[in-house]
């Protein structure tokens, strides 16, 4: 029995506890907002906030999250609607191709941003390099992390 | 080989690919009887908001008396915008204020006309179908209008959702004129007027995608977001080798792992392998991870069959080998031996691109239900009509019974034409009789995929005195895509991007082509064979710019002459165009002389000099009716670390609806040429895929990708 939070939630797990998070909030609570790219930790689609920590979900067995607490994409905007300053950068630079993997990139994004609010462009490519944009967006997502931080500061 | 019937003529193949919907050749794109309140086609197979509101011109269109505009894309968002732009052309034929306006997907049917999105053509194909569907509507509004207020409708226009007569300073929203206007005829395409390009409000603007905030807060639904009642999920152990087939299997500990329910054995496809599912043994479940798990305890010993004969080192040695030899012509213009045969200088080079992986974000994934006969299908697809065949195929039912749901595509680049995974889920459904998830792993999109094929290029030119060809032979050899619809040798469009429409002007010029054993499914991937045949050719034609000592671009400049339209068909080339009219859309070297140009100027060329470890080159190619220049900047570290800190593109792509997407499309062009230019590579030992994921088969990332284009 694994108790944790999620989205502000309290949640309580007793299935397969090798069973990776990815799948516990796509699959069990249907937070689709986290996406499955390679299963591997190769890719960050996947990304989510534990403790707010940006970690790989499909690398995160659900045995180590007794306490935790956990933040998706679903859940980045406020309650009321308002959005996170890199949610507001990404439409501002249109960002998005697709957009599949940008869930993955927006949550690496802010947890990037609170380490460092004043990232470098080389501060960027070392935070962000984890996550792949088949589209290739990367240069406005670096472009948009420039403006969050500066919205932050 | 599985080739039943070398002797089909290029014709016939292409007939047999139009019935399966696959590619560019598309006959008869738009139906005629679009614009009919009632499709001769028949009922629709899924009626849209479009369809039910009661001002309904056009199957692309409807407006509800309260104003709001359905607008229907028929065409598949996977990244281009094109789910947002060719509803912006109808609301600005129609002057609808885009807040007002909502998008729908369209379910795969033919009454929309062609729905399979490849081949960069969704604008140029249903520019105008969008035009009338706003042009239709807005007029019988006007109408509507101007009978209620008894007077001529020339004495209207029409701005922002309402109908305005100057004169009395009436006015009427759209809404309130809906249960009039939806009393009249749909008026004839002949009679509409469209605006003027200077009244033009969407067109040409820069518009944020529709599905903007959607995709940033998460809540976007792509494939492998669908979630039925009552749904099972399953996962595929494919044949590790293309037509391989299950010798052996047992899957007691597969059916041991908590929440496995059942496996469930494919049959191989009979070739030609088309879309078919390449079989295998699924195992079905209560969870995703509970399949993938169980899937990983399946003992299966496999009958490999002949493709297991491909390894990629005596592969590509052969191919090699085969390209240096006379293959069949392609394009003939002058007589390229004669000018050979006079011992003037001459200048060769051979070059080899390996395969490539779509590796699309979103793994390929499908939900299916098949109950009583009738099928739905929930699936990231380029190409809802080609799952409605493949389906229909897979399970013995009439395609009018496969209703196609189209979601948001995680990536397409031409994998996503090919549903192989759909009726893997429909095949699955019907057994079990419930929805049932298929979902790909990446490795088995890494390992079976359609692949971006391998090929061999060879060059020859005897060059004057100023280093220009007075001849040029050009030829590759590589395993085609004619061979996923069972053609030994590539299909007239394979050769018809970059090998036989060069647009040099050289007097004496062949190109020359044969095919090689394809041994895995090859399929096309963004800009098709444009990749190898451009790499090639332009990099040859730098290599002739070096040799005499002259500036590249001026040397291509030089080579281009000052442009003309180049009639192909004088030359022997059966030229396919990309589907497009020669005439509207002739080959004109005009064009790219100018984007050469200007790319020239912009990135200030010659102004930079080449050394310590910086280099620069440029470039410029047609690839499906689009004409681009790149000017890309190379640095090597003294390590041996290549980072590309520039790019810089010029594209004349014709029509721009929305600037900032065609912005976004070379951006993204530039990252995935880069990342297949540095390392992508898949490669196969006894035709089995070396790569597994990310870690073997490599895309680019921030860190390596181009750093400003």
Redesign the interface.
């Known amino acids: 029995m694994v108790k944790l939070t999620v989205n502000g939630k309290p949640h309580t797990y007793d299935g397969d506890p090798d069973m990776p998070l990815l799948w516990y909030v796509r699959d069990d609570l249907r937070l689709t907002g986290t996406r499955f790219g390679c299963g591997a930790g190769l890719c960050g689609a996947c990304t989510v906030h534990v403790n707010g920590q940006a970690v790989r979900s499909c690398q995160t067995k659900m045995s180590t999250l007794e306490g935790k607490t956990v933040g998706t994409i679903d859940a980045l905007a406020g309650a009321n609607g308002q959005l996170h300053p890199v949610q507001r950068a990404w439409v501002t630079h249109n960002v998005p191709q697709c957009g599949y993997c940008q869930s993955g990139q927006i949550m690496s994004a802010a947890a990037l941003l609170k380490a460092t609010p004043n990232p470098t462009d080389a501060d960027i490519d070392r935070g962000m390099a984890g996550n792949i944009c088949r589209c290739g967006t990367y240069q406005r997502i670096r472009a948009a992390i420039h403006t969050a931080a500066k919205e932050r500061a | 080989m599985m080739i039943e019937n070398i002797s089909l003529s290029r014709r016939s193949f292409l007939n047999g690919i139009l019935s399966t919907g696959a590619f560019v050749v598309a006959a008869k794109i738009v139906p005629d009887d679009l614009f009919a309140q009632t499709p001769a086609a028949g009922a629709p197979v899924f009626n849209t908001k479009a369809d039910t509101a009661p001002l309904h011109p056009s199957v692309y269109l409807g407006i509800e008396p309260d104003g709001t505009v359905f607008i229907v894309t028929h065409r598949s968002?996977?990244?281009?915008?094109i789910r947002t732009s060719l509803p912006l052309v109808a609301a600005d034929e129609l002057d609808a204020d885009w807040s007002k306006c909502r998008i729908e997907q369209g379910v795969g049917d033919t009454r929309y006309g062609d729905q399979n999105t490849d081949g960069s053509r969704s604008i140029r194909d249903f520019y105008d179908a969008f035009r009338v569907a706003g042009a239709s509507a807005r007029s019988m509004l006007v109408s509507a209008a101007a009978a209620q207020w008894s007077v001529p409708p020339g004495e209207l226009t029409v701005v922002n959702h309402e109908v305005v007569h100057a004169k009395s300073g009436k006015k009427a929203g759209f809404g309130t004129l809906v249960p009039a206007a939806a009393k009249l005829p749909v008026p004839a395409k002949t009679t509409l007027k469209f605006k003027p390009k200077t009244a033009w409000k969407y067109v040409g603007k820069e518009q944020?995608?529709y599905?903007?905030?959607p995709?940033?807060?998460?809540?976007?639904?792509?494939g492998?977001?669908v979630?039925r009642d009552g749904m099972v999920?399953a996962s595929l152990e494919h044949p590790p080798v293309v037509g391989g087939t299950v010798k052996s299997l047992d899957d007691k500990a597969a059916l041991a792992v908590?929440?496995v329910a059942s496996t469930s054995t494919i049959d191989a496809p009979k070739p030609p392998l088309l879309f078919q599912t390449l079989g295998g043994v699924a195992v079905v479940g209560n969870?995703?991870?509970?399949v993938?798990?169980g899937r990983k305890q399946l003992k299966i010993e496999w009958n490999d069959g002949p493709h297991a004969a491909l390894t990629s080192e005596p592969f590509k040695a052969a191919m090699i080998a085969k390209v240096k030899q006379p293959q069949k012509v392609a394009r003939n213009l002058g007589n390229v031996d004669a000018e050979f045969g006079k011992g003037g200088k001459v200048i060769e080079a051979v070059y080899y691109t390996p395969m490539a992986a779509h590796?699309?974000?979103?793994?390929p994934a499908a939900v299916a239900d098949v109950r009583n006969g009738k099928a739905e299908i929930w699936c990231p697809t380029q190409n809802p009509q080609a799952v409605q065949d493949t389906v229909s195929a897979a399970l013995g039912i009439d395609k009018k019974n496969v209703i196609c749901h189209v979601t948001?595509?995680?990536?397409?680049?031409g994998r996503k034409s090919k549903p192989d995974y759909a009726a893997e889920a429909a095949i699955l459904s019907k057994r079990l009789n419930k929805p049932v998830k298929v979902?790909w792993?990446?490795?088995d999109d890494i390992h079976h995929d359609f692949y971006h094929t391998t090929a061999a290029v060879y060059h020859k030119a005897s060059v004057d005195a100023k280093g220009k060809p007075t001849a040029w032979l050009h030829r590759s050899v590589f395993p085609p895509i004619g061979s996923t619809f069972g053609s030994p040798v590539p299909l007239g469009f394979e050769l018809d991007m970059g090998l036989d429409d060069l647009l040099y002007d050289v007097p004496n010029l062949r190109a020359e082509n044969a095919g090689a054993d394809a041994h895995v499914r090859i399929g096309w991937f963004r800009a098709v064979t444009n990749n190898f045949h451009a790499f090639a050719a332009h990099s040859f034609v730098d290599e002739l710019a070096h040799a005499a000592n002259r500036d590249s671009l001026e040397f291509m400049l030089d080579m281009l002459g000052p442009g003309k339209v180049i009639d192909l068909k004088a030359q022997g080339v059966d030229y396919s165009n990309y589907g497009a009219d020669i005439n509207k859309y002739p080959v004109d070297s005009r064009r790219l002389r100018r984007v050469l140009e200007i790319a020239g100027e912009r990135s200030n060329w010659g102004r930079k000099k080449p050394g310590n470890g910086w280099g620069i080159g440029i470039a410029a190619h047609r690839s499906f009716n689009t004409y681009v220049a790149s000017v890309v900047e190379v640095e090597v570290d003294s390590q041996g670390r290549v980072r590309i800190p520039r790019i810089d593109q010029v594209a004349d792509p014709g029509v721009v609806i929305n600037p900032?997407r065609v912005r976004?499309?070379m951006?993204?062009?530039?990252?995935?040429g880069a990342g297949l230019a540095m390392y992508g590579e898949i490669t196969a030992t006894n035709g089995r895929i070396d790569q597994k994921?990310?870690?073997g088969f490599r895309?680019?990332?921030?860190?390596d990708?181009?750093?400003?284009?």
């Open positions: 968002e996977m990244g281009t915008g944020p995608i599905d903007l905030k995709i940033v807060t998460g809540t976007a639904q792509f492998l977001d979630y999920y908590k929440g969870s995703t991870w509970a993938m798990q590796a699309s974000m979103e793994p948001l595509l995680g990536g397409g680049f979902v792993t990446r490795e900032d976004a499309q951006e993204g062009a530039a990252v995935m994921n990310f870690d895309v680019a990332r921030m860190n990708a181009p750093v400003q284009v």
